[in-house]
């Protein structure tokens, strides 16, 4: 069957079988990668796969049922089994499906790879840094292009669709000098052309040189109240703990400590979060929600204000709030207004942070962790890497003593994140 024919037999059946409402989501995946392990590239391979979820609200009880096959034999044992999983789960009436909206298709990226210039961009990475970085060793990685066709249609009219199309590089690496050993570190892009060299992106160069300082890390026996440079790489596990305090589950519970922030200066001024999910510099876009309406781009904290949860149509309408206008993608910061090396020059004592790990946040906020991949700072100069230090603070302060954002921007292709200087964190080495 084509895949609308597919998807309205689905809703049709659903209905017959006494589902109120249902929506269907298909996804159809191609990649083409070219892998690399211990520096050497060693295999590519196509892969294609199709992902057919069916939801069934009866009742105003929900069942969900996932499969791989698309033959009516498969659909059909797929349809009973979500009739049935709905039949048995508890009723909830925040259980329901987007209202019909006029169908849209949407397209963004490219559709048709270049294998050559795959093959010959990834070994023009690896034979770069094996001259210029002979002690650092590439565990694996690769360079793939990845194709992703999304359709999304509901019972009660909604019908969109996406495709998308673009590469995405990734590497992991560490460091190996006698019995020394770096710490482990990665990083990755996705983009929607191969035009930039492998070595020029994602500040790769400086997340090299430090790999190969890192196998001299030193132990560090300080313990004081300082500042943290917090890196590109690194924000996405900083704000993360943020971003739940504002989604469904910490809502539904009652243990967000944003809840009630809505429009109320929750960080420092300097500032702003945006989820640009239709930005146009972003190597990929998120045209539609999960559950089924348009995102537009939203700023989720502007100069410190509060301006939107990130609640989907299910937490909306558990907690009586608005549904959020995105679905978080594409989240970015806004750049400062001072250069990276003066953020380090305007450093007393602190750690340039750029990769850490720590279990979640309690529901007050506070936090612990090590720093990994990181570096002393004194007296505004980055002195030498530290070996497994400890961090500790309380998210929602950290949000508020927020000193400085680099004018420089990290793009990863799905975040785009600054250098931002955080006052008053704990620092404490063994």
Not at 46 to 59: E, G, H, M, P, R
Not at 87 to 102: M, V
């Amino acid at each position: 069957m084509e895949y609308r024919e597919l998807m309205d037999y689905c809703i049709e059946q659903l209905k017959l079988k006494g589902a109120d409402k249902s929506r269907i989501l298909l996804n159809q995946e191609e990649k083409r990668e070219l892998y690399f392990n211990a520096g050497i590239i060693k295999m590519f391979r196509t892969t294609f796969n199709t992902t057919l979820t069916l939801t069934a609200i009866k009742d105003n009880k929900k069942g969900s049922k996932v499969l791989n096959k698309t033959d009516k034999g498969s659909l059909d044992l797929a349809i009973e089994e979500t009739i049935a999983l709905a039949e048995s789960s508890e009723p909830d009436e925040a259980h329901d499906i987007s209202e019909d909206q006029p169908a849209e298709s949407f397209e963004s990226g490219i559709m048709d790879p270049d294998n050559d210039k795959m093959y010959v961009k990834l070994n023009e990475f690896l034979t770069h840094v094996k001259e210029a970085y002979p002690i650092t060793h590439f565990e694996e990685g690769g360079v793939s292009f990845n194709k992703n066709s999304i359709y999304l249609k509901n019972s009660n009219g909604m019908d969109y669709s996406s495709d998308q199309g673009y590469y995405q590089f990734v590497t992991m690496f560490t460091s190996k000098e006698g019995k020394k050993t770096s710490s482990f570190n990665y990083s990755a892009k996705i983009m929607n052309n191969l035009d930039e060299k492998f070595i020029d992106i994602v500040n790769l160069k400086t997340l090299l040189k430090q790999s190969t300082e890192e196998v001299d890390a030193k132990a560090f026996d300080q313990k004081f109240e300082g500042d943290i440079i917090v890196t590109p790489e690194c924000m996405g596990d900083m704000i993360g703990p943020i971003l739940g305090h504002l989604s469904d589950y910490s809502h539904i519970t009652g243990v967000s400590k944003l809840k009630d922030k809505l429009g109320e200066k929750i960080a420092s001024d300097k500032f702003t979060l945006r989820s640009e999910s239709l930005g146009g510099e972003f190597a990929v876009k998120s045209f539609f929600s999960g559950d089924g309406y348009k995102n537009e781009n939203v700023n989720i904290i502007e100069n410190g204000v509060l301006k939107s949860f990130l609640l989907t149509l299910y937490g909306s309408k558990k907690v009586g709030k608005d549904r959020a206008k995105t679905d978080g993608a594409n989240m970015s910061i806004d750049p400062g207004d001072i250069k990276f090396a003066d953020m380090v020059k305007n450093t007393k004592k602190g750690i340039l942070l750029s990769r850490f790990s720590g279990g979640q946040p309690n529901d007050n906020g506070d936090f612990s962790g090590i720093a990994k991949n990181s570096y002393y700072i004194e007296d505004g100069e980055i002195k030498y890497p530290v070996k497994e230090i400890m961090i500790s603070g309380n998210m929602f302060k950290f949000l508020n003593d927020i000193v400085e954002i680099s004018e420089e921007v990290t793009d990863f292709g799905y975040t785009k994140f600054p250098w931002m200087k955080v006052k008053d964190i704990m620092i404490s080495g063994k």
